[in-house]
C-alpha cells in the first residue's frame, strides 16, 4: 500500500504551485474577483498550456490521460492559490462528454477542449432541484423536428464564458443531457454574484430553445451514468480545492501565531491558540485522508468509490468552514479585514461547502447506503 | 498513489487467516477480564498458541522470534484478529511496549531472557509511568531508586497502572537523579512483581471495572542488570515507547469501533420513534452518517500514518493526531449511540449493559496513553512547531 501522492504526482503538484504563485498572485485575484466574469485570457491560455484543460482527456483527444488522483493534486494547487479560472466548469463538462459514450460528440469537443479552444459548463440545478438530478424540472418538450428547452437553471459555473452549455433537463421521465451553444437563440444569462467572489454563477434562462436529437449527448440510464461519475469527478475537484484552502488558512494563522506578539509574547505560545492551531491540522490532514482515498477509489472504478465520494464532501465541507472560523479567530481583528486575505479564503470554503452538495446532504445520501433505505 | 495491498501484503494477510482458521479458540473464554486468574490463563494458553505458529510478536525483527512485519502488515494483523473475534492479547504491552523498547535499548541479557517470554505469554507486563503527582507531566515523577552493590533500592507509588494486578513484570520510571533537571534523571527498570516490598491495590473504574492499579514500592530490590538502556536516559526511552504505544494503538480499534457501530445500526432499526424506525429520523441518519465517514476516516488516516512508516522511519509526534483523533471520535459514537437508542439505553438490561459500559469507558480514551490536551500541545508545538509556553 503506498498512501501518498507518487513521485510524478508531487512533481505536477509543485509545478503548479510555482506556476499560480507566478501566474496569478492573490492581487491579481483580487482585480479578477472583481470583474463580471473573473476571467483572465491569459491566464487561462497558460493553464491550457500546461495542458491542464485535458487533464483527464484520452490522449487521441490531446489529452494527458492522466488519473482523478492527479486532477485533485492541480486541484489542490487552485484551491491554495484561490484561483479564479472557468477550470471546475471545463473540467466538469469534459467529463460529462467523455463519459457520454456519443461519438460525435467527443470527436467535435474534447480535442477543443483539451487545446483550449472551447469552454463548457454544466447547467444543473433548477431552482428547486438542490444537486438532485431526479428533482430537476427543466423539459425537453417534443416538437416536429426535435424539441423545445423550458426552463430556469440556477448556480451555473462561468456561464458567461463558456463556449457551450450541458443542460439537465428531463425528456418525459427520463433525465438528457443536451449540448447548447450559450448564445442559441432563447438562452438568457444573468450573472448571480456570491460570497465567494472568486466563483462566478450565473442563472440561465432557457425559453423554448431549439434542440436537435443530436445536441442530446446522452439520454436515460447513459446520461445519469455519465452524469454520475462526472459530478463525482467535480465533487473530489472541490474536496481538492477545500484542501488547498485549508491549507492556505493553517499555514498563514501558525506563522501569524509565531510572530503575532502580545503580553509579551508569541500568542502562539498561549495553548487557547495552540488548540485551535492543533484541531485545525486534525481537520485538515483528515479531509485529506478522505479526498485522496476517494479520488483513487474512483480512478479504480472501485465498487465503494460513491461512498468515498460522500464521505469527502461532506468531511472536507465542514472543516472547511470550521477551519476557516478558527483562523479568522485567531487573526484577531487583522482577520476580520477586506484588506487581510483570509477573506478570500474564508469565502471561498464557503462557497466550496455548498457545491456539488453540502455535508447535510451528503450525510443522508451517506444514511441512505448505509442503511439500505 | 496505490491503496491496493501489494504482494507481499496480501500474502501475509492470507498466511495469517489460514492460521487463525485452525487455530481459534473454537468456544469463547470464560469468566471476566479484570481480576479472574482462570481467564487470564486462558488468555496465555492464546498468546502461547500464537507464538507457536509465529504469529506474535508480528513487527520485531525475525532474530527476536518476529517475523518482520511492516506497519502495515501489522495493522493487517490486528484487523484480522478483531474481525474473527479473536480474544484479547495478554501481551498486548509487552509485544506493543515493552518489547520494542528492549530491542532498541536492552542488553543482550536482557533480550534473551524477557523476548521469548513476551511472545509465549510466559510474562504478562504494565507500565509502570503515572504517579499520584505526576500525570501529564510524567517527568516529575518521584518514585527513587539508589544504587546499593547489586541492586536498586526502590521506594515511592505508581497509579493508574493498568493490569498491574494480573502483571509479572512492570516497566518502572524511576528517578536516579534528584539532583539533575527533571528530564536528565530518570532512569528505566524492568521490575519483577513478585519482588518483596511492591504491593499491588486495584483501582474501580467508572465502568465498573477493576482495570487499573495503584503499586507501592517500599525498599523494594531490583537488580542492577535490570536496568534498561543507560542509567539517567529513561525519558528518552520513555518518548519512544509512548509514540509506539500512539502509533500502535489506532490500528486494531478500527474494527473494534465498527461492530460498535453496525450493532448501533441493527438496533436502531428496532427501536421505534415517534411511530417508525429510529432509523428513518432524517436527525439520527445524519448522526449515524456521521459517526460512519468519522470511522472511515480514521482508519485512512491511520493507514495513511502507516504508510509514511513504514516508507519512511519511525513514528513520530504524528502519532497524536492519531491518538487525538480516535479517542474523541470514540466519545462522540457513544455519545450518538445513547442519544439513537434513548431511554432503553440507560437501563442495564438493556443489550447486557453494553451500550452503558461503552458510554462510559469512553471517557477514560481522551485520558489515558495521554490526554487530549498533552496530544494538542504536542501537536502544536512539535508538528507546528509552535512556541512552548511550559
Ligand atoms: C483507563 C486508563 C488507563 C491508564 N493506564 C495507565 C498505565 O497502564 N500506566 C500508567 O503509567 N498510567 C496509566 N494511566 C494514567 C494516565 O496516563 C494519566 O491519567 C494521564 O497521563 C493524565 O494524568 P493525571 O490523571 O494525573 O491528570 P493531570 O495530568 O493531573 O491532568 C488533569 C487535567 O489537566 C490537564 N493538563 C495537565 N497538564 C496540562 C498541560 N500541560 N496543558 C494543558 N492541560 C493540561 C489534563 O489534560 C487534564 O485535563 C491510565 C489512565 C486511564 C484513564
Known amino acids: ?371 439500505n433505505d | 498513489m496505490d491503496l491496493k495491498l501489494t504482494e507481499e501484503e496480501q500474502k501475509f494477510r492470507e498466511d495469517f487467516r489460514t492460521w487463525l482458521k485452525e487455530n481459534l479458540p473454537k468456544e469463547p473464554l470464560t469468566g471476566r477480564s479484570e481480576d479472574d486468574p482462570n481467564y487470564w490463563n ?27 512485519a511492516t506497519p502495515i502488515e501489522e495493522a493487517l494483523y490486528l484487523e484480522e484478529l478483531a474481525v474473527c473475534d479473536a480474544p484479547e492479547r495478554a501481551g498486548v504491552i509487552g509485544e506493543g511496549l515493552v518489547g520494542p523498547t528492549i530491542i532498541a535499548e536492552g542488553s543482550q541479557k536482557q533480550k534473551e531472557f524477557f523476548l521469548p517470554r513476551i511472545l509465549d505469554g510466559t510474562d504478562i507486563w504494565c507500565q509502570g509511568f503515572s504517579e499520584p503527582d505526576s500525570g501529564s507531566d510524567v517527568a516529575s515523577l518521584s518514585t527513587k531508586a539508589v544504587l546499593d552493590g547489586e541492586h536498586y533500592v526502590v521506594n515511592g507509588q505508581k497509579i493508574w497502572t493498568s493490569f498491574a494486578h494480573m502483571a509479572d513484570w512492570c516497566l518502572l520510571l524511576v528517578r536516579t537523579d534528584p539532583n539533575a533537571p527533571k528530564h536528565k534523571g530518570i532512569s528505566c527498570l524492568l521490575v ?50 509512548l509514540m509506539n504505544e500512539r502509533a500502535n494503538l489506532g490500528s486494531g480499534l478500527y474494527v473494534g469501533f465498527k461492530k460498535t457501530l453496525n450493532e448501533l445500526i441493527e438496533r436502531s432499526k428496532t427501536i421505534r420513534r415517534n411511530g417508525s424506525p429510529a432509523t428513518k429520523d432524517p436527525i439520527n441518519r445524519q448522526k449515524i452518517a456521521q459517526a460512519y465517514l468519522e470511522l472511515e476516516i480514521l482508519k485512512l488516516n491511520s493507514n495513511r500514518a502507516l504508510s509514511q512508516i513504514t516508507n519512511n522511519a519511525t513514528p513520530g509526534p504524528e502519532g497524536s493526531i492519531l491518538k487525538l483523533y480516535w479517542s474523541e471520535f470514540n466519545q462522540r459514537l457513544v455519545q450518538s449511540a445513547m442519544e439513537i437508542l434513548g431511554e432503553q439505553a440507560q437501563l442495564k438490561d438493556f443489550d447486557q449493559g453494553k451500550w452503558i459500559y461503552r458510554y462510559l469507558r469512553s471517557r477514560g480514551n481522551t485520558i489515558e496513553a495521554g490526554t487530549s490536551e498533552i496530544q494538542r500541545n504536542i501537536i502544536a508545538q512539535r508538528v507546528l512547531g509552535l512556541p512552548r509556553s511550559y
Open chain 1, 1 to 371: 500500500m503506498h498512501f501518498d501522492l507518487s513521485k510524478p504526482q508531487k512533481l505536477l503538484q509543485e509545478s503548479a504551485r510555482t506556476f499560480f504563485k507566478r501566474e496569478c498572485p492573490l492581487t491579481r485575484v483580487r482585480e479578477l474577483m472583481e470583474t463580471g466574469n473573473g476571467f483572465d485570457e491569459t491566464l487561462w491560455t497558460h493553464m491550457v498550456d500546461q495542458g491542464w484543460t485535458g487533464l483527464m482527456l484520452p490522449e487521441k483527444y490531446e489529452g494527458l490521460e492522466l488519473s482523478i488522483v492527479e486532477l485533485a493534486a492541480l486541484a489542490e494547487e487552485m484551491g491554495r492559490a484561490c484561483t479564479p479560472s472557468p477550470f471546475l466548469a471545463t473540467t466538469w463538462a469534459s467529463v460529462l462528454i467523455a463519459e457520454s459514450e456519443n461519438t460525435p460528440i467527443q470527436t467535435k469537443y474534447l480535442k477543443a477542449i483539451a487545446e483550449g479552444s472551447c469552454m463548457a459548463t454544466v447547467a444543473l440545478q433548477d431552482a428547486e432541484s438542490g444537486w438532485n438530478p431526479n428533482l430537476v424540472a427543466t423539459t425537453l418538450q417534443p416538437t416536429d423536428n426535435g424539441f423545445k428547452l423550458t426552463g430556469e437553471k440556477w448556480y451555473v459555473l462561468d456561464a458567461a464564458t463558456a463556449d457551450v452549455l450541458l443542460v439537465v433537463a428531463k425528456k418525459r421521465d427520463q433525465l438528457a443531457i443536451a449540448l447548447i451553444p450559450r448564445n442559441r437563440e432563447g438562452i438568457s444569462i444573468e450573472s448571480t454574484p456570491s460570497i465567494d467572489e472568486t466563483r462566478k454563477f450565473s442563472q440561465v434562462k432557457f425559453n423554448e430553445v431549439t434542440v436537435s436529437s443530436e445536441d442530446l449527448i446522452a439520454v436515460g440510464g447513459q446520461a445519469d451514468k455519465a452524469l454520475q461519475r462526472s459530478m463525482h469527478v467535480g465533487t473530489i475537484a472541490v474536496c481538492a480545492d477545500l484542501i488547498g484552502s485549508m491549507q492556505w488558512m493553517l499555514e498563514t494563522t501558525v506563522e501569524y501565531a509565531k510572530t503575532r506578539k502580545q503580553f509579551g509574547v508569541p500568542i502562539g505560545s498561549f495553548q487557547a491558540v495552540q488548540h485551535q492551531c492543533a484541531d485545525m491540522l486534525l481537520l485538515l490532514e483528515s479531509s485529506r485522508s478522505a479526498t485522496y482515498y476517494a479520488a483513487w477509489a474512483l480512478s479504480e472504478d472501485d465498487p465503494a468509490s460513491e461512498r468515498a465520494v460522500s464521505m469527502a464532501k461532506a468531511y472536507c465541507s465542514d472543516s472547511g468552514r470550521e477551519i476557516g472560523n478558527r483562523a479568522c479567530q485567531v487573526l484577531g481583528g487583522i482577520g476580520f479585514t477586506w484588506e487581510h486575505d483570509l477573506q478570500l479564503y474564508y469565502k471561498r470554503a464557503k462557497g466550496d461547502e455548498l457545491l456539488f452538495g453540502d455535508a447535510t446532504f451528503h450525510r443522508e445520501e451517506l444514511a441512505k447506503q448505509i442503511l
Open chain 2, 192 to 241: 519483577d512483581m513478585k519482588s518483596e516490598g511492591l504491593s499491588v491495590r486495584p483501582l474501580r473504574q467508572m465502568s465498573g471495572d477493576a482495570g487499573f492499579n495503584e503499586m507501592f514500592f517500599s525498599d523494594v530490590r531490583v537488580p542492577a542488570t535490570n536496568l534498561l538502556g543507560q542509567l539517567n536516559e529513561g525519558w528518552k526511552i520513555t518518548i519512544t515507547a
Open chain 2, 42 to 68: 486462558q488468555l496465555r494458553g492464546w498468546q502461547k498458541k500464537l507464538a507457536e505458529g509465529g504469529w506474535a510478536g508480528v513487527s520485531w525483527p525475525d532474530e527476536f522470534g518476529g517475523r518482520g
